[in-house]
C-alpha cells in the first residue's frame, strides 16, 4: 500500500465549479500536511499547509481528518488557471529529523471554459 | 530571482555515461534536498543535506548515485553508468530550517537513450 494515495482524476469541471480532493495515508503517527500544485513540466509549489482545524486560503479550504487518516482540498469558483495536478503531502513520523516530503501520485484538475 | 537554480534544465545521453546535476539553493538555507520524479508520480525523496553534511540517503539510491554538498551552499547530483530507468526529472529543494516550507528549483530532466 502507499503510504500517499490519490485519485489520479482528471477532474474535468466548468469554470465556477466546487471541486474537491481527497487524499489518504497510511500512516496514523504522520506529523505535517500540505497542498502543493504542479504545472505541467514545471516544479511543485506550495499551495498551503493543512493543520487539524482545518484552513482556508481564499477559495480554497484544507481540511485534516486524523482519526479516518484522510486530507481534503476544497477549490471554490474554480477559474481557469486552477488547471494543474494537485499533490498531497505528507512528512511521516520517521522523517521527524529530516522533514522529508511523500508525495502522493497526484490528481489533475482541469477547468475547462 | 533569487530562488532554487538547477543546471542543466535537460540532460539527454546514452546508456552507460555519467551525468552531473547543480543545485543552487537559496541563499542561506541550511537545508538541501534531492527529489526523483517520473511521469505520473509525485516526487520521491533521495537523500539531503544540512549544511555540508549527508544526513540520509533513501533507498532509491543505488551505488551510482553519489551527491555533495562541499561548502554547504550549491549541491552535485552525480550518476555513474547511467541505466534506462534513470531517466526522469531530478528535482531540488531547499529550505531555511528543518521546519521551513521547502521551495523546489525547476528540475533537471534526464533522458537515457
Known amino acids: 500500500r502507499k503510504e500517499v494515495e490519490q485519485d489520479p482524476g482528471p477532474f474535468n469541471v466548468p469554470e465556477g465549479a466546487t471541486v474537491a480532493f481527497n487524499c489518504t495515508y497510511s500512516n496514523s503517527a504522520s506529523q505535517s500536511f500540505f497542498w502543493y500544485r504542479q504545472d505541467c513540466r514545471k516544479e511543485p509549489k506550495l499551495l498551503m499547509s493543512?493543520?487539524?482545524s482545518g484552513n482556508e486560503d481564499g477559495r480554497f479550504t484544507a481540511q485534516l481528518n486524523r482519526a479516518s487518516q484522510y486530507i481534503s482540498l476544497l477549490i471554490r469558483d474554480s477559474k481557469l488557471s486552477d488547471s494543474a495536478t494537485y499533490l498531497c503531502v505528507v512528512i511521516g513520523p520517521l522523517d521527524t529529523g529530516r522533514r522529508a516530503l511523500t508525495f502522493g501520485s497526484g490528481t489533475r484538475l482541469q477547468v475547462q471554459p | 530571482d533569487t530562488g532554487v537554480s538547477q543546471n542543466p534544465r535537460h540532460k539527454i545521453t546514452k546508456r552507460g555515461q555519467n551525468v552531473t546535476f547543480r543545485c543552487d539553493p537559496i541563499?542561506?538555507?541550511?537545508?538541501l534536498y534531492w527529489y526523483r520524479q517520473t511521469l505520473g508520480q509525485g516526487p520521491e525523496f533521495l537523500t539531503y543535506f544540512q549544511n555540508e553534511a549527508q544526513l540520509e540517503k533513501s533507498r532509491l539510491l543505488s551505488d551510482r548515485f553519489s551527491a555533495e554538498r562541499p561548502k554547504g551552499s550549491f549541491s552535485t547530483l552525480e550518476i555513474q553508468r547511467t541505466e534506462q530507468g534513470d531517466s526522469a526529472m531530478y528535482l531540488c529543494?531547499?529550505?531555511?530550517?528543518?521546519?521551513?516550507?521547502?521551495?523546489f528549483g525547476d528540475g533537471t530532466r534526464l533522458s537515457i537513450l
Open positions: 493543512v493543520y487539524s
Open positions: 541563499s542561506e538555507h541550511n537545508r
Open positions: 529543494a531547499s529550505s531555511k530550517e528543518a521546519n521551513q516550507p521547502q521551495h
